[in-house]
C-alpha cells in the first residue's frame, strides 16, 4: 500500500479529517476539531448534528447539507451562508464557520457543505410542550420577554431585506436563561 509523502498536502489535510458512520454504508467526512457527535433532526436537504468542537471547548449545531445536485439547491445554499455571514443580531443564530470536506481535500466538486452554528439548548417547541405538561412554568411576564425577543430578531431581518419563510416554531432556539435566536 502506498503512503502519502509526508509533505504533501493530501497527506496533512486527510489527517485533520475522520469519518462517522451514520450507518454501514452512509458515512459523512468531518474535521477531527468536532466530536460527540448526535443526530438532531434530518430532511430532504440534509441533517443537523449537535457536536463538540474541541479547538473552542464549545457545543455547535453542525448543518450538514447534501442536495446539491441542482443549481438552485447551490443557489438556496449560498444564499443561505451570505445571509448568516451579514446576519449580526443578539437574536439571531451565530454562524461559526462553513466548510466543504469535498473542496477541502482537493476535489472541486462540492457534493456536501456543513454550516456551524452556535448551539442552542433547545426549540420553541420543546419549551411550549414542557410548559403545557408542567415541567417548567412559563408566567406572562417570561411569555412577554421572549415574544419581544422574537420581534426584534424579525425586525433586524426586515430591516435587512431578509423575509423567513420557514415555520418559525422550529427554527426559533432558546439560549438560557430564556432567550430566544432566529
Known amino acids: 500500500m502506498e503512503t502519502p509523502e509526508k509533505g504533501s498536502s493530501k497527506a496533512h489535510l486527510d489527517d485533520l479529517f475522520y469519518s462517522h458512520y451514520l450507518t454501514p454504508s452512509n458515512a459523512i467526512k468531518l474535521p477531527k476539531r468536532y466530536i460527540e457527535l448526535r443526530l438532531i433532526s434530518s430532511s430532504a436537504r440534509g441533517m443537523s448534528f449537535s457536536a463538540q468542537d474541541t479547538v473552542t ?7 450538514c447539507l447534501n442536495s446539491l445536485q441542482t443549481a438552485d439547491q ?4 449560498f444564499r443561505e451562508i ?6 449580526s443580531h443578539p437574536n439571531i443564530v451565530k454562524l461559526v464557520s462553513v466548510f466543504s470536506p469535498s473542496l477541502c ?3 472541486p466538486q462540492i457534493d456536501v457543505v ?3 452554528l ?3 439548548d433547545s426549540s420553541l417547541t420543546h419549551a411550549i410542550n414542557m ?3 408542567g415541567k417548567h412554568k412559563m408566567t406572562h411576564k417570561h411569555i412577554s420577554f421572549l415574544l419581544y425577543q422574537i420581534l426584534c430578531g424579525v425586525k433586524y431581518l426586515h430591516d435587512s431585506g431578509i423575509v423567513h419563510r420557514v415555520r418559525l416554531s422550529l427554527k426559533l432556539r432558546i439560549l438560557p436563561p430564556p432567550y430566544f435566536r432566529i
Open 74 to 77: 447551490g443557489k438556496h445554499t
Open 57 to 63: 471547548k464549545k457545543a455547535v449545531a453542525l448543518k
Open 131 to 133: 410548559a403545557r405538561i
Open 105 to 107: 481535500l482537493g476535489d
Open 114 to 116: 456543513y454550516i456551524v
Open 118 to 120: 452556535e448551539k442552542m
Open 82 to 87: 451570505r445571509l448568516l455571514l451579514r446576519a
